[in-house]
């Protein structure tokens, strides 16, 4: 009796033992299979086993089923008559499935599957360089391999796919990696690797990097086994879905992945009671090739790529169930859904197949999410990292730069939140331009999303060099060119907030000693902003936020009330600015009352120094001038205006500008 997990190698085991034994013995062996064709709760009928006879060898599979105290009985029997005229039987089954005499138990011990694998490519398959490919290389770290100097070679190709055969993969399964594995060519290898050499291009780098995982995807595709159990056998009904359960929610529950199957296309009872009736959920999930590990977890560790094969497989046969599928997936995850926990998951499934899907999901399902009832951050977090993954896919770039301008100009709240925290991250780093233009939409409208936005402008702004200029720029072609909308003085009192923690206002008063541009821009936008009606609440917040900065040190005196001034030569004081300076029952502190006499003792600045054309100061002596003006340094910068809205799809990395 040879027992095991399935994959360990007992069948083999049990054929070789049959082999060796009955060849030690001068015979010429004839080996059969029997099946346990008993139940569980009976035993073998001695009169339909096969008749004694000299040299034979049988094989019986009793895997599907426990071997009670009774069977055990009757084949040891059986096995005793064998053995009296030159035959013998060898069982397999389960570990614990065996109730007769111990000491005939032997436990199959698994082979090396990466080993198995590497013979087979060496010599059964003529592929010496692919075997050396899946060699363990314990010295080695693939990203080491990925960045060395140097042209690529075949030798530093050895060991790149070591990880691609896990020690739970089955010997079996190793085989048909392997095979898959010989017909990659080698200089495909060759060049990406290449490429992942190219430390002078990222984008390269990244290019090579997909390569070799599309190889990996492409040996593990599972398609024969995926045709095999899922279309020759016309499964269509629970076990179908059962499978595409664990595929999307691989690593949870049985009984979680039961409840989402029982959700697909019908919730009634009727529909609820087929997956649980008839065969075990466990043995429906084992037979279509989902393991269940000992905490009753599905996972698919003895056919690593089955998951994604199986959604793929699925969505590619089935074209007239996609809509089906699509809303199950939509009931399942969606906030307060049996599987809304495992949403991200689903997601970055959702992700891969839409990558080359006909009628892709991931969108829909991710507008089902938002618009549902019952959003939460938490949902709004992983929308905004599914996004944030998608916009890098080449396939999905274009949708998802698309969907997230209409999401900032005209969506609801839970979708312009999801927008902001995009923009916030690494989408905001790799595409500036085209983040800004979103958040310019955001800051439209006072809310949640506009805070965000804002926030994310300022942690961008105080990493000072060519991001200040490049978010000084932008702002104040916000400020001044598209008056009266809101964005541009909403964006500029989060740059001059002095409550904020990131030190922005401390570096803009440093640079406006010794740079007149930055001082103009701090006159022109407090001006502008004193004039919009929309942010009156906020401005008056920041100009008592700066006299308190003030009064606590934590401004320079000279540098707040030199700017103010100047607000105040040009500006009409109204609203925020006249409640400022001339008194406000509500807000009389010491802080604002010092402001007041800082501002009425100081002398107007004449701002002579002041090279900018458009300085407000100096049109106040010299009269107006013409329209327009940008930020400079030492020299004019060519400010380029990109109206996104007529080209969202196309990111920017140029030189800074502003839309």
Known sequence: MITGEHGTGRYISAVK??????????????????????????????????????????????????????????????????????????????EGDWRGDSSLQFPAVRPNAIQVARNHLAERLNSPTQAQWIQPDQNHASSNRMFSRGPATHEQTNGIFSNLITHRVSPSNAVVIAERLSRVQPDRVINALKKCNDKDSPAIQEQGQRELTRIRDEVLLWKNFLEKVLTETGTRGPDRIMLLAAAYLEGASLELCIKAAAEFRSSDELTVRRYREGRSPRRRMQEVGVDVSSEDKASFDSRPGLASSAIRTDWHHWPDERSDTKEWLQRI?????????????????????????????????????????????????????????????????????????????????HQRQVVAQVCSGVYGLRWPHTALVRIRHLLGTEDSASRIAADALVRYAAKGGDELVRIIETVESWVVKRRPHPAGPRAFLALVDPERSDGLLTTLSTLSQTTSQIRYFLVAGWCATLEQAEVREQAYSVLLAWAQAVEESRLNRDFAFGILTDVRNVHTPVDAMSRFLYGNPDQEDPALINARYALANLRPCVHESCSHPQCPAMQQINGPAGNGGTLGRE????????????????????SASGS
């Open 17 to 94: 033992a049959l082999d060796m034994h009955l060849s030690a013995q001068g015979n010429s062996p004839q080996l059969y299979t029997l099946s346990a064709d008993w139940d569980d709760d009976e035993a073998p009928d001695p009169e339909v086993l096969p008749d004694l006879l000299t040299g034979y060898g049988y094989l019986v599979d009793a895997t599907s089923r426990n071997i009670s105290g009774q069977a055990a009985v009757a084949l040891t029997s059986w096995a005793e008559q064998l053995h009296s005229v030159g035959s013998c039987v060898v069982v397999i089954g389960n």
């Open 333 to 413: 995850s969606k906030p307060g859904g049996v599987a809304a926990a495992w949403a991200l998951q689903i997601g970055e499934r959702l992700l891969e197949l839409s990558c080359n899907a006909v009628d892709p999901p991931f969108f829909d399902v991710l507008d089902s999410w938002i618009l549902t009832n019952g959003v939460d951050t938490e949902r709004a977090r992983i929308t905004a990292q599914l996004l944030t993954s998608a916009a890098q896919r080449n396939e999905l770039a274009r949708e998802t730069h698309k969907k997230l301008l209409d999401w900032a100009k005209k969506g609801t709240l």
């Open 635 to 654: 020299h004019d910068l060519q400010q380029t205006i990109v109206n996104d809205d007529e080209h969202p799809d196309q990111p920017h990395n140029g």
